[in-house]
């Protein structure tokens, strides 16, 4: 958790947050996942700000909370968690466990909303979600390799590769890799390299 949260995180709900990540063991949609996201969250908290801090702060923590690869629920599930945390450990907070909740489900949708379909603190979460994307070469790689591990043994080898291919093919051919200025600014560029180099790779 960062020195500079909006919000506490008592000892038990953390400890239940922990929990949630270990099932199953993950590769990448993991707590350090989540400290990544947090990290790119303090840089926005630093400069533009927030809106809804808070609300965006416990996305990050709870966004990737369930993760079965392949499964196409994730998202509800942990929208759904986040709600039972709020509600039982943060219930006098003011928190809008609503927008927490939407926030998460937007994530279900990375690679197909335009900047025009979300809010700003929206387009920056989603941002700070995806910032891997314009990471150095081998941080990049690694989340790559962690994507594929984690699907190793849900699908087929092959078919793995074609969709995650085209997904990424998708990502390459859109006008904007990221949804607000900011992270379009800092890193579309490196991110579409990597992109380029993970299609080729991929052939």
């Given at each position: 958790?960062?020195?500079?949260?909006?919000?506490?995180?008592?000892?038990?709900?953390?400890?239940?947050?922990?929990?949630?990540?270990?099932?199953?063991?993950?590769?990448?949609?993991?707590?350090?996942?989540?400290?990544?996201?947090?990290?790119?969250?303090q840089?926005?908290a630093?400069?533009?700000?927030?809106?809804?801090?808070?609300?965006?702060?416990?996305a990050?923590?709870?966004?990737?909370?369930?993760?079965?690869a392949?499964?196409?629920?994730?998202?509800?599930?942990?929208?759904?968690?986040?709600?039972?945390?709020?509600?039982?450990?943060?219930?006098?907070?003011?928190?809008?466990?609503?927008?927490?909740?939407?926030?998460i489900?937007?994530?279900?949708?990375?690679?197909?909303?335009?900047?025009?379909?979300?809010?700003?603190?929206?387009?920056?979460?989603?941002?700070?979600?995806?910032?891997?994307?314009?990471?150095?070469?081998?941080?990049?790689?690694?989340?790559d390799?962690?994507?594929?591990?984690?699907?190793?043994?849900?699908?087929?080898?092959?078919?793995?590769?074609?969709?995650?291919?085209?997904?990424?093919?998708?990502?390459?051919?859109?006008?904007?890799?990221?949804?607000?200025?900011f992270?379009?600014?800092?890193?579309?560029?490196?991110?579409?390299?990597?992109?380029?180099r993970?299609?080729?790779?991929?052939?």
């Amino acid at each position: 958790m960062s020195a500079d949260a909006p919000l506490p995180i008592s000892p038990p709900q953390w400890a239940a947050l922990e929990a949630a990540y270990a099932t199953p063991a993950r590769a990448y949609h993991n707590l350090q996942h989540v400290h990544e996201v947090l990290r790119q969250y303090q840089r926005v908290a630093d400069g533009a700000g927030w809106t809804q801090p808070a609300e965006v702060y416990l996305a990050v923590l709870y966004h990737d909370a369930i993760y079965e690869a392949g499964r196409a629920d994730n998202e509800a599930r942990s929208a759904d968690l986040a709600i039972e945390h709020i509600a039982r450990w943060l219930p006098d907070r003011g928190i809008e466990a609503a927008r927490v909740a939407e926030l998460i489900h937007l994530t279900a949708r990375h690679g197909r909303l335009a900047s025009a379909d979300v809010d700003r603190d929206a387009a920056l979460f989603l941002d700070c979600d995806m910032a891997i994307l314009g990471a150095e070469p081998a941080a990049f790689d690694a989340y790559d390799r962690g994507i594929a591990a984690e699907y190793r043994g849900h699908v087929p080898a092959w078919v793995f590769k074609l969709n995650r291919r085209r997904f990424l093919k998708g990502l390459l051919g859109r006008e904007r890799i990221y949804l607000s200025d900011f992270f379009h600014t800092h890193l579309d560029a490196q991110a579409r390299i990597n992109l380029r180099r993970a299609v080729t790779e991929k052939r």
